[in-house]
């Protein structure tokens, strides 16, 4: 029998939206009382979606606002809850499942009995997912979440960039930038499965990466360690992906198709354009083209392939990220804008909206 407190905990994170669903299932109670003590999960449950303060819900569970913002504040270190401050009175809300509790889980690059623990229980319920997904016959992903962020010096002259899509401005106008791990990556490296692409691959932007600094989950960098990342990152054929918003860019990574979730998933079930967008694409001259083969190695998506000694493009598959051009040396890839290219929603509030009503998602998302 389910235990009342974690079924309202789950109803509670399934309101909170984000790509990964809390369906009811052992798997997700194991992971929930893992991560929350009764305690917690009830008072985490009982959180409105926007942050609130203590001094909202301490008479009702009869605790001092000093008891409370222990617990809050030991929530938020174990990385299930957030905190923001707001006229110097710091807030509290609960996370959603992904993003969220999951990746904020890895980000520190912790290796102990916990960690590891966590990283098994959420492989766990993944693997209930799919299966979930295999009887239902769901193989169709909602609306995008993430979004491509092709390599900006790819983007010809002349093309329209918009700002979200440059990176490079928002390293120059932030304040704070953080590094922190990459949590696919050492996520898998926790399972055993390490990656040898570099360890750093979560970089955040301003008030997000103010809030890494201040929880001590990365590590502050500077603009031009920031470049220089991102250079190093684009050598090693990490795509840079975003949350698929255009108010601002607060967080994006950088990667790997053999460990993250988005990019195995597009390739895995062919839907490219379902689950990561990008304002580009990639052009093929033919006329231009050497056959090096160089550019195959470094497409994500198995876009390009050798067949008979020619290079051969599958422009369905491409998602845009650029890699492809940064190494040709004749110029026969090149990026142009995406025809009817889809413009992002504005913030993570109308992108839960988008992906909540979305047709495809069936009920065992709605929860």
Not at 126 to 143: C, G, H, N, S, W
Not at 167 to 181: G, L, M, P, R
Not at 189 to 217: N, T, W
Not at 223 to 234: D, G, I, V
Request: include cysteine.
């Amino acid at each position: 029998m389910t235990d009342p407190i974690y079924e309202k905990l789950r109803r509670a994170l399934q309101l909170r939206g984000g790509s990964l669903p809390a369906l009811d299932c052992p798997e997700f109670f194991a992971l929930a009382k893992y991560l929350f003590s009764p305690e917690e999960a009830e008072l985490a449950s009982e959180l409105p979606l926007a942050p609130i303060p203590v001094s909202g819900i301490s008479d009702k569970h009869g605790k001092s606002e000093e008891e409370l913002m222990e617990i809050f504040e030991r929530m938020a270190d174990n990385c299930v809850c957030f905190s923001l401050d707001r006229d110097n009175v710091r807030h509290y809300g609960l996370m959603s499942l992904l993003p969220g509790i999951f990746d904020t889980q890895f980000l520190r690059g912790q290796v102990d009995e916990r960690s590891v623990r966590t990283a098994h229980l959420f492989k766990d319920y993944y693997r209930a997912i799919e299966q979930m997904l295999v009887e239902t016959d769901l193989k169709a992903i909602p609306f995008p979440m993430a979004r491509v962020i092709a390599v900006e010096q790819e983007i010809p002259q002349g093309f329209e960039i918009h700002p979200y899509d440059k990176v490079s401005e928002y390293i120059e106008k932030n304040e704070y930038i953080a590094f922190a791990h990459c949590y696919c990556r050492h996520y898998a490296k926790l399972l055993g499965e390490p990656c040898s692409k570099p360890a750093e691959g979560c970089i955040a932007f301003g008030r997000d990466a103010k809030y890494l600094l201040d929880r001590k989950f990365g590590w502050a960098v500077t603009k031009e360690e920031a470049r220089s990342f991102l250079r190093r990152a684009e050598e090693a054929g990490l795509v840079h992906c975003s949350s698929n918003t255009t108010k601002y860019l607060t967080f994006f990574c950088n990667c790997c198709t053999c460990h993250c979730s988005i990019l195995k998933s597009m390739k895995k079930y062919n839907k490219q354009g379902s689950a990561a967008v990008s304002g580009f694409i990639t052009e093929f001259d033919p006329e231009k083209c050497s056959a090096c083969g160089d550019c195959v190695q470094r497409c994500p998506m198995e876009a390009l392939i050798m067949q008979g000694g020619d290079l051969v493009y599958k422009d369905s598959l491409c998602i845009g990220c650029g890699l492809c051009s940064s190494v040709c040396p004749t110029g026969a890839l090149k990026l142009i804008t995406r025809k009817d290219a889809p413009v992002p929603p504005r913030d993570a509030r109308e992108l839960n909206s988008r992906l909540n009503s979305t047709e495809q998602v069936s009920s065992y998302f709605k929860g």
